[in-house]
């Protein structure tokens, strides 16, 4: 009966695309630091922990907004940025843009799949939970053969066109969210002092 859902429906699919879209940058965005901007292996592990940070900062932040305005303007906000970032990968310049592109992907890449279960839980109103979180997580699993089918774009038309590739992808879980309606988030309950009755 959950997949007669179809915001959830809608959920999973645009799980699956952000995951091959961003398999396919994380995929070569090493390679891409190493062999072609001839970045030291310190460089590339300094760019990389910052984007994590970044992630672990936005994490309670941007599932506070989540709470607060609704999953859908946060999903939409972060998986276009996330898709922006990626077309900025392609063009940005060694250093300090280069830099900025990587600290947004990983500033949303790693908070979005977070707000994706969330959003997933509200549309399923609470129902069958660890199924739906399940169904998330393994519409992810889609995003193991992305780095493939990039390095063979990569091999024809250089390893710039990988990041073409995975931004052209997440255009499209961008739009699914923005055509979407949403149901509202559970409400926040807010306890009673103690030592009311």
Do not use: C, W
């Not at 901007?37 to 992630?55: H, K, R």
């Not at 990587?102 to 549309?123: N, R, T, W, Y």
């Amino acid at each position: 009966s959950l997949l007669n859902n179809r915001v959830l429906l809608l959920l999973i699919v645009a799980t699956a695309l952000r995951s091959v879209g961003e398999g396919a940058v994380g995929g070569f965005l090493s390679l891409y630091m190493r062999d072609d901007l001839n970045y030291s292996v310190t460089t590339v592990a300094i760019f990389l922990s910052a984007a994590q940070i970044a992630g672990v900062v936005s994490q309670p932040v941007m599932g506070h907004l989540s709470d607060k305005v609704g999953r859908k303007p946060v999903l939409v906000t972060g998986t276009g940025l996330v898709m922006l970032s990626a077309f900025a990968l392609s063009v940005a310049r060694s250093g300090v843009q280069l830099f900025l592109a990587v600290l947004v992907k990983g500033a949303f890449s790693f908070s979005l799949h977070h707000i994706f279960v969330a959003a997933a839980l509200d549309a399923s109103r609470s129902v069958a939970q660890s199924t739906v979180v399940s169904l998330i997580y393994g519409a992810g699993f889609l995003g193991t053969f992305s780095p493939y089918i990039a390095g063979l774009i990569s091999d024809h038309y250089g390893i710039h066109s990988a990041f073409v590739y995975g931004g052209s992808v997440l255009i499209l879980p961008t739009v699914l969210l923005a055509l979407a309606r949403f149901p509202s988030p559970a409400p926040v309950l807010e306890t009673e002092p103690e030592g009311r009755d």
